[in-house]
């Protein structure tokens, strides 16, 4: 059985199936053709944290792959009162492929090793796999084939998507150069970093001059967790963690100045939500090279593709 957990366990064809995937599908949007190739299908989408993309590409694809998608936030479910393990057993009879944005990445584990249905890592603290799918897919859009990206940078901190993103454009034999001063400590795997450090490909430096030059794609990503805020607002019990970061990270704020003085080359992409002013600039969001809002639309389109993909269905 397939699962989407953390990019470890796909292979660079696999990837490129799914990249092949989504072009078509999205494709077929665009004719306007019905591609209802998951008629009673049900995707079941369990949210512990926040979403606004993942939830909408996920829901969105299902409808227009003629299955259904059904969203539980584990707060209003019975998931505050029960042992985890029993409670997912129980919701994985219902759909046909889970899909999870887990506080751990380790339940997310764990619902996949009961191997009854395929299981997606919709962003726990180590993993965003179906992030950067879909930014593979905007760069391959944006360069004529994922075969003409040479060199990417990450700016800021190394996260959940950072390490998602390096392992597979690893894979795809795509140069990583990492610029950031630290990395987020719940994030770190190191037999992914191994996976993708053994290839040679990733490099990490704090000389913004190297990270930049040559590079197709800057991305970033904010450098306070989700669990920082509180209906918008910082937690007083993170306050003092998000001055620090703050200006820890400042130097690696992504800006049109920064573009325009070092990469004009460069195309500008974050996966979203934008925190203005701190990892990112309004300038940078709406600069010229910006594709961030086209990198938003393909989750969508590689929905779809993860999902025909973990079902192993042709189109
Ligand atoms: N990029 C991303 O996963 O967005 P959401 O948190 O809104 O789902």
Not at 20 to 49: C, H, S, V
Not at 212 to 240: C, I
Not at 269 to 284: F, L, N, Q, S
């Amino acid at each position: 059985m397939r699962h989407l957990i953390s990019l470890k366990e796909q292979t660079k064809e696999d990837i490129l199936e799914m990249l092949d995937l989504a072009k078509e599908i999205k494709e077929k949007r665009r004719r306007g053709e019905i591609t209802n190739y998951l008629p009673n299908k049900t995707l079941i989408m369990l949210f512990q944290k926040s979403s606004t993309r993942t939830r909408l590409s996920f829901e969105t694809a299902m409808t227009e792959l003629g299955g259904h998608a059904i969203f539980l936030d584990s707060k209003t479910t019975q998931f505050v009162l029960t042992d985890f393990d029993d409670e997912i057993k129980a919701v994985m009879r219902f759909g046909d492929v889970l899909m999870f944005r887990a506080r751990k990445a380790a339940d997310v584990e764990l619902a996949a090793s009961f191997n009854w249905i395929p299981v997606i890592d919709a962003c726990s603290e180590k993993y965003h796999p179906a992030q950067t799918l879909s930014d593979l897919l905007t760069m391959a859009e944006h360069s004529g084939g994922i075969e003409n990206v040479k060199k990417i940078t990450w700016l800021g901190i190394e996260n959940n998507v950072s390490n998602t993103l390096k392992l597979a454009c690893s894979k795809l034999g795509i140069q990583v150069f990492i610029a950031a001063p630290e990395s987020d400590s719940n994030s770190q795997d190191n037999e992914l970093k191994n996976q993708a450090d053994k290839t040679g490909l990733i490099k990490y430096t704090l000389d913004l001059k190297e990270a930049l030059e040559d590079s197709d794609y800057v991305h970033t990503d904010t450098w306070m967790n989700m669990e920082f805020f509180e209906e918008g607002k910082v937690r007083p019990d993170f306050q003092a963690e998000f001055e620090r970061r703050k200006e820890k990270f400042l130097p690696f704020q992504l800006s049109a100045k920064l573009i325009d003085s070092l990469a004009p080359q460069s195309k500008i992409m974050h996966c979203m939500p934008c925190h203005v002013g701190y990892e990112i600039t309004k300038d940078a969001i709406l600069h010229p090279n910006s594709v961030i809002f086209d990198q938003a639309e393909n989750r969508l389109h590689m929905q779809k593709a993860i999902v025909l993909w973990l079902l192993e269905k042709k189109i």
